[in-house]
């Protein structure tokens, strides 16, 4: 069974920083690709910074040049931090995570982490 496990989060006043942590378990083969996605009220679910297993990395304009976002493939895990957040950043953060689960096929799954609020006051 596969687990993806978030961590940080929180209030912080615009200006501010935060760091977010997500750690994939189980019975993992290979992580594809981990990314940050987030969903504020009444707003569709959107993807803010991807990482891939060869480093590649993706960001959403709007976090582009503030956001980073980082991965240690071996542990499974990924970071992001957050500089210069405004409060069009508040929302609830989600890890997600693009697993094979075997060396023996291609097939690849998404996961989800649980969430974590991010709020930011003006």
């Known amino acids: 069974q596969v687990q993806l496990v978030q961590s940080g989060g929180g209030l912080v006043q615009t200006g501010g920083s935060l760091r977010l942590s997500c750690a994939a378990s189980?019975?993992?083969?290979?992580?594809?690709?981990m990314g940050w996605y987030r969903q504020a009220p009444g707003k569709q679910r959107e993807l803010v910074a991807t990482?891939?297993?060869?480093?590649?990395?993706n960001y959403a304009d709007s976090v582009e040049g503030r956001f980073t976002i980082s991965g240690d493939t071996a542990k499974n895990t990924v970071y992001l931090q957050m500089n210069s957040l405004i409060p069009e950043d508040t929302a609830v953060y989600y890890c997600?995570?693009?697993?094979?689960?075997?060396?023996?096929?291609?097939?690849?799954?998404?996961?989800w982490g649980q969430g974590t609020q991010v709020t930011v006051s003006s």
């Open positions: 997600n995570a693009k697993l094979r689960l075997s060396a023996s096929t291609t097939v690849v799954y998404d996961y």
């Open positions: 189980g019975n993992i083969f290979r992580a594809n690709a």
């Open positions: 990482v891939t297993s060869g480093g590649s990395t």
